[in-house]
């Protein structure tokens, strides 16, 4: 994340929001355990923010995935 920071790539930035949040899902369904549901939407939340406050609409397609 702090390479795609330092470079200034909000689709970098986003993309791994974006797979934090496919890997606490996953985790999630493998244990059942609520908690990783709240940090999926937290990471998701989190990617589509940024993506809106690049003013960059291909940024905005990543969270989406």
């Not at 989190?46 to 989406?64: F, G, M």
């Amino acid at each position: 994340m702090l390479a795609y920071q330092q470079e200034g790539n909000t689709i970098g930035f986003t993309e791994v929001l974006a797979s934090r949040f496919l890997t606490f899902r996953h985790l999630f369904e493998q244990t059942q355990d609520q908690n990783f549901l709240i940090l999926a939407k937290s990471s998701a939340n989190s990617a589509v923010e940024i993506a809106k406050n690049s003013h960059d609409p291909q940024a905005l397609a990543v969270p989406a995935l």
